[in-house]
């Protein structure tokens, strides 16, 4: 299955970057490619102009396949980027934040592989029978916006392994060789990085949330957004704090969306303002020690892996 996977999305390695919303950029795509895995440009609330700007940038820096992420619900644009993906001749496309099922034949037949972003079994399943190629099963420990479901990683992905026949990617608690050897043998076919890229070279973000997510602790993350419905794990600080205090008091849906918008999520990843502006993270914060090179970082994945899983099968007694 890891090899069909490797195939289909035309990569060397099991493993695919998730979006990051409006602080997608080309530079960290780019690398991710490169590097052997498959590089995702994240629309966010993007416009079609935003967006085509980090395309064009990105095949500049890449001639390897890199896909676009569209947060259905969340994008005002989502058929203008159905038809900028489709102009660009963009070969992976990944569906998130809603339902997939009407954009999967237009995209079918412009010759686009399509990923379904998903977070229970019955998801799952509705997802393949409307014709996803792949699946991204996203645990609860993941970092940014969730499922209010708040499945772990490690249940989720050996159920909807069993009850779906097209590959299932893990995202969510991966951040080294052990996670992808782990999510390999739960019945995945790759794993999906978010937090772990940040925390790269080539990332453009602020040097203050690079280091925050090399100090992190084990409980390092908070949720916000249970209150209202909207699911959202970042790094504790004195904005998240906020938030929350706010949520204690009742705060309005509306209110909510608007303290989590992506100018705030500009202003902690990019500016590195946490009084003013949040940090996505997962959970996998805590195992963060080092700031790699995308390369070196896939490398060892790769290595640590196989390795991993050699040394754990001689442990055990015929």
Do not use: W
Request: hydrophobic letters at 40%; a negative charge.
């Amino acid at each position: 299955m890891m090899y069909d996977l490797c195939k289909l999305l035309s990569i060397k390695y099991p493993i695919i970057q998730g979006g990051m919303g409006n602080i997608s950029n080309s530079q960290l795509t780019a690398a991710v490619s490169e590097a052997g895995g498959l590089g995702t440009i994240g629309c966010g609330t993007m416009t079609p102009s935003q967006v085509e700007k980090i395309i064009l940038e990105t095949k500049e820096k890449t001639g390897n396949n890199f896909a676009v992420n569209i947060p259905i619900t969340v994008s005002p644009y989502t058929n203008e980027l159905i038809e900028l993906i489709i102009k660009h001749e963009i070969p992976v496309v990944s569906l998130s934040a809603g339902n997939p099922a009407p954009y999967i034949p237009l995209l079918h037949a412009n010759n686009i592989v399509v990923i379904a972003i998903v977070a229970s079994v019955k998801h799952a399943q509705k997802a393949e029978a409307a014709g996803a190629d792949v699946l991204v099963a996203e645990g609860f420990e993941a970092a940014g916006i969730n499922s209010n479901l708040e499945l772990t990683t490690f249940t989720l992905i050996p159920q909807i392994s069993q009850h779906v026949s097209v590959p299932v990617l893990a995202a969510g608690g991966i951040a080294d060789g052990k996670g992808l050897a782990a999510a390999l043998m739960l019945g995945a076919a790759g794993v999906q990085l978010g937090t772990r890229l940040i925390a790269t070279k080539e990332a453009p973000f602020h040097a203050d949330y690079k280091q925050r997510l090399v100090e992190a602790a084990d409980n390092e993350t908070v949720i916000l957004g249970r209150s209202v419905g909207q699911v959202r794990r970042v790094l504790k600080s004195a904005y998240a704090r906020q938030i929350i205090e706010q949520e204690r008091a009742g705060l309005p849906l509306e209110k909510y969306r608007e303290m989590t918008s992506e100018d705030y999520h500009i202003n902690g990843a990019i500016r590195g303002n946490s009084d003013n502006g949040f940090m996505n993270s997962g959970q996998i914060a805590g195992l963060i020690e080092d700031i790699p090179t995308v390369k070196e970082l896939f490398d060892g994945m790769i290595h640590h892996a196989r390795k991993v899983m050699e040394d754990r099968l001689n442990h055990f007694t015929y």
